[in-house]
């Protein structure tokens, strides 16, 4: 299975706009600048949709893990809060903190607990953070 995205960018870090798209047309064209990503702009910026995606991904993997185990939860709602910050002066994604609040009938906490940490633990996207990273560059 593959999944894809594109971005296009137009201009100067921080003059130029850029759009990014699903094929599923979630984003379409969706804007994103300089001012979006390391200003108070609103709009959409990559570490709102990396957290967007962790918080989404784990929701599923818990709610999965939850299953394997016997159980069915009524809700899970899960933040992801991402901190991205200056590391030896280049931008990095340096933590990502899950929050989740699930009703689950019938479990007990320690189980609960277990769960929810092979859930962040094996979660796609948790594990994509340190995947390995390709690069196809053409100049036109």
Known sequence: MKRSASANWQGSLKEGRGTVSTPSGVLADTPYSFTTRFESTPGTNPEELV????????????????????FTPE??????????EQVDGAWT????????????????????????????????????????????????
């Open 75 to 84: 809700k899970v709602s899960t933040q992801a809060t991402l901190d991205f």
């Open 51 to 70: 957290a967007a995606a962790h918080a989404g991904c784990f929701a599923m993997a818990f709610s999965a893990s939850l299953g394997r185990a016997g």
């Open 93 to 140: 994604i340096t933590h990502i903190h899950l929050s989740m609040k699930a009703r689950v009938p019938g479990i007990d906490k320690a189980r609960f607990s277990e769960i929810a940490e092979d859930a962040k633990k094996n979660c796609p996207i948790s594990r994509a953070l340190t995947a390995k990273i390709t690069l196809d560059a053409a100049l036109e």
